[in-house]
């Protein structure tokens, strides 16, 4: 059964790569650059054997424990679960039994994956073969198939067993997918707090590698360096606890494969999408369920196919990953773009001094005393949640045809979904502001800095309501994990596009931008006030020009946006 599901699986592999030629392209460039990363890390093996052992250990083991935890991360955050390994798809075929779960463990270590890995975990017994350690090199060579062992059986486990292959798994994993990959963005930042590059210290990063190597998923990689040292009671112990991994987590791996294809189809997560209103007076006809709750209080303000595209939209923000990630991401660029421009602020004050230090001074964000460089945060916050709509009809997929078939106007849909996000993006910006007046003490030049704000937001809003009719580029569709990257072709169109926004925006905002700096050189702050009114009126017209705008390209663009939709993978399945 192992060979017969190896098999299967590189047949269905390769047989789905002739259909898709990009798929091709991007596994063929992929193992390109996996194996062209190989050379680096044998030199880099080469170099490290020639120190200390004791050195060569807490790389080793650290080496050890991030392969291992990346087979857990990596298939979270990118893929989920590959549909050709999955147990759920092969449960009509056959039964759950142990030759099942080996097989399908083996075939998955006999991926590309698994190869690369396989050669990665080779690397150390090169190292303590230059070393001049033959013991040492002899066991690294030994635990290596048990190593790979873990990776698989553990990778698989949690993957298989958190439920990716159900709709609210995939959703939570794609979210706390999401931070863990911007965590990964920061990790440069913190190894550099890590370093003190001056002495060329590494203390730091020298206590985290000793402790990832004595985790479970360090020993087996941390084991050869110990018998290098001599130290060999902990040498065995941890070959001991490497070659028991596999064995402890072989029957729990089994008990997933059984439970994923012995368990019920259906979930018992409950949805809350519609409330019950006056169901004993409307019994049981279509009166009694207020479908959209926000629609009755957003028809106050707003037309009735408005007012319903923007509570669709609301409910999108709230409950869709692809949105949540785009919420995730201005919040979490908040923080970045404020420890930026502090640090900023930091290094020409430092410079500027009478004494000249190489050293950052120390930021204090008391309240009355951050440095007034925060404002900044609240325009460049404005454009990018006014850019967030850019492709929003691509999200709706396929689904766009019900406003089609609807009748419903362009310039309602334009509308909405500008409503839609301002509800919670004004709120947001004003409290960009107030806070950053707050923590500097400086409240006179909060309405400059708001209005010009405004001025960034509306001006973005319209650029979005413009673009996403005339030039939507490929998304993942409902359901897929948003950190998925799309295979298409598409990411140099996409990067034009940005460049080419930001470009008009900051344009189109110069009657907002300009009056800002001359406030700000002059120190006018009286004249910030003129300046929000005018920022709050430059904006709003242009986000209702864009809509306007919009809608009537969108009347005009309907048959083709859908098809352009249709065409990309994925969506033609919604």
């Not at 979270?76 to 039994?97: E, K, N, Q």
């Not at 209103?277 to 006809?285: F, K, P, T």
């Not at 919040?331 to 004050?349: E, I, K, P, R």
């Not at 925060?374 to 404005?382: D, E, W």
Request: charged share 10%; proline share 5%.
């Amino acid at each position: 059964m192992v060979a017969t599901l190896v098999q299967l699986r590189w047949r269905i592999t390769l047989n789905a790569l002739r259909n898709n030629i990009w798929a091709t392209v991007g596994l063929l460039l992929g193992a390109a650059g996996a194996l062209g990363m190989l050379a680096p890390l044998l030199l880099g093996a080469v170099a490290l054997g020639r120190l200390d052992p004791a050195t060569v250990t807490l790389v080793a083991g650290a080496l050890g424990a991030v392969v291992t935890i990346g087979w857990t991360v990596v298939p979270l955050l990118f893929t989920g679960v590959d549909a050709t390994l999955d147990p759920r798809a092969i449960a009509a075929w056959t039964a759950p039994s142990r030759a099942l779960s080996t097989g399908l463990a083996v075939a998955g270590a006999c991926g590309l994956p698994g190869i690369i890995t396989g050669l990665v975990l080779l690397i150390p017994v090169l190292t303590w073969a230059v070393a001049g350690s033959a013991g040492a090199a002899i066991l690294a060579l030994l635990l290596a198939p048990p190593t790979l062992a873990t990776c698989v059986l553990l990778g698989r486990s949690v993957v298989v067993r958190a439920g990716v292959s159900s709709r609210r798994g995939r959703d939570l994993l794609a979210v706390v997918g999401f931070f863990a990959v911007m965590a990964l963005a920061l990790l440069p930042s913190l190894v550099n707090s890590l370093l003190d590059m001056e002495r060329l210290e590494f203390g730091g990063l020298a206590r985290i590698a000793r402790v990832l190597g004595l985790t479970p998923f360090g020993w087996a990689l941390a084991a050869p360096g110990y018998l290098a040292q001599g130290r060999v009671a902990t040498a065995a112990v941890l070959t001991v606890g490497a070659l028991a991994l596999p064995l402890l987590l072989a029957p729990i791996w089994h008990r997933v494969v059984v439970r994923a294809m012995t368990g019920p189809a259906q979930t018992r997560t409950r949805s809350h999408a519609y409330h019950a209103r006056g169901i004993e007076e409307a019994g049981d006809g279509a009166e009694g369920l207020d479908v959209l709750p926000w629609q009755r209080r957003l028809e106050r303000a707003s037309s009735g196919p408005t007012a319903a595209v923007a509570a669709r939209c609301l409910r999108y923000w709230r409950s869709d990953p692809r949105y949540l990630v785009q919420v995730a991401t201005t919040l979490l660029l908040v923080v970045v773009f404020t420890g930026m421009a502090a640090t900023n602020y930091s290094t020409v004050m430092s410079s500027t001094a009478e004494e000249t230090s190489i050293t950052l001074t120390g930021v204090d964000f008391s309240p009355g005393q951050a440095p007034g460089v925060l404002f900044v945060v609240g325009p460049i916050i404005a454009l990018l949640c006014g850019w967030m709509i850019h492709d929003d009809l691509a999200f709706d997929s396929t689904a766009l045809w019900t406003h089609a078939a609807a009748g419903l106007p362009g310039r309602c849909d334009r509308l909405g979904r500008e409503l839609a996000a301002a509800m919670w993006q004004l709120p947001l910006l004003a409290t960009l502001i107030l806070v950053s007046g707050w923590l500097t003490g400086n409240w006179r030049e909060a309405p400059a800095y708001l209005g010009a704000g405004l001025g960034v937001y509306g001006v973005a809003l319209a650029w979005s309501s413009l673009t996403s009719v005339l030039l939507p580029y490929e998304t993942n569709p409902p359901g897929e994990s948003p950190m998925k990257s799309r295979t298409s072709g598409t990411a140099f169109i996409v990067a034009l596009l940005q460049m080419l926004g930001v470009l008009v925006i900051g344009v189109v905002c110069l009657p907002v931008l300009v009056p800002l700096i001359v406030v700000v050189m002059q120190e006018a702050w009286r004249w910030g006030w003129l300046l929000l009114v005018g920022g709050a009126l430059w904006g709003g017209g242009a986000a209702w020009y864009g809509a306007v705008l919009g809608g009537r390209l969108l009347d005009q663009r309907y048959a083709h946006v859908l098809a352009t939709i249709r065409s990309w993978p994925g969506h033609d399945a919604v």
